[in-house]
């Protein structure tokens, strides 16, 4: 935990050098209850740029796919010690996700990409209910965020300038789905983030 704390300072700066990083709507951020993090994805290196924007406040639950661990060693090292799980999106994952719920309950915060995979062409994609089934579950707002590279294909490149940018969060009670799961509400609460998502950008395109 406290390597967390000396970690964030020194990837900030690191993560500076080599992007112009923006950040908008940080007093958006909620930090004394559980929240969903809730960013697009479009680089796989974008949990870091979430982790270092937020940049403060209690250490989140990082829901990452497998892959992420293996790309290098570094950014598999700075996701475990950022609170970063290896999530598969199977059924296996059950336990998890339970246990996530519990801790979303007692404060803590959860980043999750609810697009569940990065963007081959830059434009949003259906979104998965993980993230939306937690939220309910845990009875917790979400936080919008979209993060925003200021090239022609809208992807991550070395040196480009990236906004992240958090939107006001989605109250808990509008994420509400019951123990059945209503699937009417739960796709109107797809609609309400990618909304959000929708807005963030118009608001903060390059």
Not at 4 to 21: D, M, N
Not at 45 to 61: A, E, H, N, T, Y
Not at 66 to 89: D, Y
């Amino acid at each position: 935990m406290v390597l967390y704390y000396v970690l964030l300072p020194v990837a900030w700066l690191v993560w500076h050098i080599g992007f112009r990083i923006q950040v908008i709507g940080r007093e958006n951020l909620i930090h004394d209850r559980g929240f969903i993090l809730a960013p697009n994805h479009i680089s796989a290196i974008d949990p870091v740029f979430v982790i270092l924007s937020r940049f403060w406040g209690k250490q989140m639950r990082v829901f990452a796919k497998k892959e992420l661990f293996q790309m290098n060693w570094f950014i598999s090292w700075f996701l475990k010690q950022c609170g970063g799980i290896s999530v598969r999106g199977s059924k296996g994952d059950r336990a998890i996700v339970d246990q996530t719920i519990e801790e979303c309950k007692k404060g803590r915060g959860l980043l999750v990409f609810p697009e569940g995979t990065r963007t081959k062409d830059g434009n949003l994609l259906p979104l998965k209910s993980g993230a939306f089934v937690v939220a309910s579950a845990a009875e917790v707002d979400m936080i919008p965020c979209r993060i925003i590279y200021d090239t022609p294909d809208k992807k991550m490149h070395l040196f480009c300038r990236v906004r992240v940018c958090f939107g006001t969060p989605i109250p808990a009670k509008e994420l509400a789905m019951g123990e059945k799961r209503d699937l009417a509400k739960l796709r109107a609460c797809k609609e309400k983030l990618t909304q959000a998502w929708v807005d963030l950008y118009e608001a903060n395109k390059f």
